[in-house]
């Protein structure tokens, strides 16, 4: 009787361990929030780039905004050029060392480099087409990297380096899958393409055939798998695209004339099969990043968090916002947080409990 007693005891105080164990997990999720540190230029801002505690923003108005303490402080590190440049990617290598891309039609698609932290800033490449407009761009390495430009011959411009941007190769047409019919890529957040381990790379496509082109070959050969995102209208589909702790791709979208629309703009990679994600479904997302196993995904209007990877997820507003401004255009992490960048000069972090 006794030796009962005491087992039932044990098994309710295990019970009510687990129980608060829950609740004080839950509450600290409850708790996660945005760190607001805006920068003082009101501009567009659709790249972002964490090292350690150099972050970097960039946008329109040829904007580069670096901070070397976590976001404590920031410098104006603008690019000084004749042309009104929209900084729409960064590449970021150590914290003195990166490159900007400029998206627009012609010379307005460039690619700038700094070796001091963007003191100063170096011409590194001009797109030659007067129709040419870059998209997005993803390196390996220091040396090795791909350029995302909208089609002008009836196939996406990919280009690769192996000099560290100095010098561009375009991939042979043979070696990409034909367009899509009322197919687009857009430059949205600065991860329409991105890279991964073993010279495995991804870019995304929207339009009326949401699409994630994919090659394992550091870029040389594409195939195409179709995704299902709301993909109704020409500015549909996908917009973006990450990478889990765990390696797991995932595809964001939607469709930024219907930002707070309700449809699917989510998907994962799940055993050679893409399937929609159950995230609520709110609205345009154009970015994901995590730390471990804490992800987030934004848009501009609103943001989501997941604490298992991106398997559930659950809102995670910026309720220092005015309304249609609770989220984010991009965001980047490294391993002690997540940056986030938007309209108007708009700038937060997030660090994991």
Avoid at 238 to 244: I, K, M, P, S
Avoid at 291 to 308: E, M, P, R, V, W
């Amino acid at each position: 009787m006794v030796s009962n007693i005491i087992n039932i005891f044990l098994r309710v105080g295990i019970y009510l361990f687990a129980l608060l164990s829950l609740s004080s997990l839950a509450n600290s999720h409850q708790q996660a929030s945005w760190q607001r540190i805006d920068i003082t230029k009101k501009a567009s801002l659709r790249g972002s780039a964490v090292i350690n505690n150099s972050l970097w923003v960039t946008g329109s108005d040829n904007t580069v905004f670096v901070s070397q303490d976590a976001g404590k402080t920031w410098l104006d590190r603008t690019v000084n050029s004749s042309l009104k440049l929209d900084f729409r990617d960064i590449a970021l290598f150590d914290k003195s060392t990166a490159i900007v891309m400029g998206a627009g039609e012609g010379k307005q698609s460039v690619l700038y480099k700094t070796i001091d932290g963007g003191k100063s800033w170096q011409l590194l490449h001009e797109n030659a087409d007067a129709k040419g407009f870059y998209d997005s761009i993803g390196f390996w390495d220091k040396q090795r990297g791909l350029l995302l430009g909208d089609p002008v011959d009836g196939y996406y411009v990919i280009k690769k380096t192996i000099d560290g941007g100095k010098h561009w190769r375009r991939i042979s047409n043979i070696k990409l899958p034909l367009m899509l019919e009322k197919e687009a890529a857009f430059a949205a957040s600065g991860n329409t393409i991105i890279t991964g381990k073993r010279g495995q790379a991804w870019l995304t496509t929207g339009g009326f055939s949401a699409s994630v082109y994919y090659s394992d070959d550091f870029g040389e050969s594409w195939q195409r798998q179709a995704v299902p995102l709301f993909q109704h209208t020409q500015t549909a589909g996908g917009y973006g695209l990450a990478l889990n702790s765990h390696q797991q791709v995932f595809v964001l979208g939607g469709d930024y004339l219907q930002r707070q629309a309700k449809y699917v703009n989510m998907a994962r990679l799940v055993s050679g099969k893409w399937q929609a994600v159950n995230n609520k479904q709110r609205g345009l997302r154009t970015a994901m990043s995590c730390l471990a196993n804490t992800c987030i995904a934004t848009g501009k209007t609103t943001s989501d968090i997941s604490y298992d990877g991106g398997e559930n997820w659950q809102a995670l507003d910026d309720k220092s916002a005015t309304s249609g401004n609770q989220g984010f255009y991009t965001l980047a992490s490294d391993k002690k947080l997540i940056l986030a960048a938007g309209v108007d000069g708009k700038v937060a972090i997030f660090k994991a409990k």
